[in-house]
């Protein structure tokens, strides 16, 4: 019965590497955000998959930036070249589209804590 | 351009009397809102939405009105009680394109003193 968790909780790397997230969903949910937050901001969308495909990646701010979601479960969420600026926590949702609902409702991981050196 | 704006970066209340956030959004495009309510170190908790068909939505001890006209919602906290302490985001959604994405503000944080 766990919630949406996300591994590792913190990672540390130096600028120019590459570094892969991991989000679990909520078993059974269709629905998968990835949303990034800056120190003094709150969540930023970065993508959104309906199943295995990304109903929306207009958040994603540039082509460093790849998420994956290959069996419609896990979902990846991978950086190359990190930058400085990259430095967020990385948080993600997961929810049950149902069918007529207005909006679902989004259940989110603790977040990976992301430090570029 | 921030489509969600909170003004208020904290709020300090007393326990027992009232906590009021307030959130304004740009977009009329919105047609559903939300507030989330984070801990550090955890990820937001849906607290309490409302679809814009409505002016009014109430759950418990919290409230949440909206007023379309003014492009502001706000949510009432009564009693507040010391584990309201907490960072409250505003969001919206309007499913544009499909996505249910949400739109956040910067966040309150709202702390209720014993």
């Known amino acids: 019965g766990a919630g949406v968790s996300q591994t590792p909780s913190n990672k540390v790397t130096e600028k120019g590497k590459y570094v892969e997230l991991r989000c679990d969903p909520i078993?059974?949910?269709?629905?998968l955000y990835w949303y990034r937050q800056s120190l003094g901001q709150g969540p930023e969308f970065l993508i959104y998959?309906?199943?295995?495909?990304?109903?929306?990646d207009s958040g994603l701010p540039n082509d460093r930036f790849f998420a994956v979601r290959p069996e419609g479960s896990v979902s990846t969420l991978k950086i190359q070249r990190t930058e400085r600026g990259d430095s967020a926590v990385y948080l993600c949702?997961?929810?049950?589209?149902?069918?007529?609902?207005?909006?679902?409702?989004?259940?989110f991981g603790p977040g990976t804590r992301l430090t570029v050196l | 351009d921030q489509q969600v704006k909170q003004n208020s970066p904290s709020l300090s209340v007393q326990e027992g009397r009232i906590s009021i956030l307030n959130c304004d959004y740009t977009n009329s495009m919105f047609d559903y809102f939300l507030w989330y309510k984070k801990y550090p170190a955890e990820g937001p908790t849906f607290l309490i939405s409302?679809?814009?068909?409505?002016d009014k939505n109430e759950d418990g001890r919290f409230t949440v009105f909206l007023n379309k006209s003014a492009k502001h919602l706000s949510l009432h906290i009564v009693p507040s009680q010391p584990g309201d302490s907490a960072v409250y985001f505003c969001?919206?959604?309007?499913?544009?394109?499909?996505?249910?994405?949400?739109?956040f503000g910067k966040g309150t944080k709202l702390t209720v003193n014993p």
């Open positions: 409302i679809s814009s068909i409505k």
């Open positions: 078993s059974g949910h269709t629905a």
């Open positions: 969001a919206a959604s309007g499913r544009q394109g499909g996505s249910e994405k949400l739109v």
């Open positions: 998959f309906q199943g295995t495909g990304a109903a929306d």
């Open positions: 949702a997961s929810s049950l589209t149902k069918a007529g609902s207005v909006v679902d409702e989004q259940f």
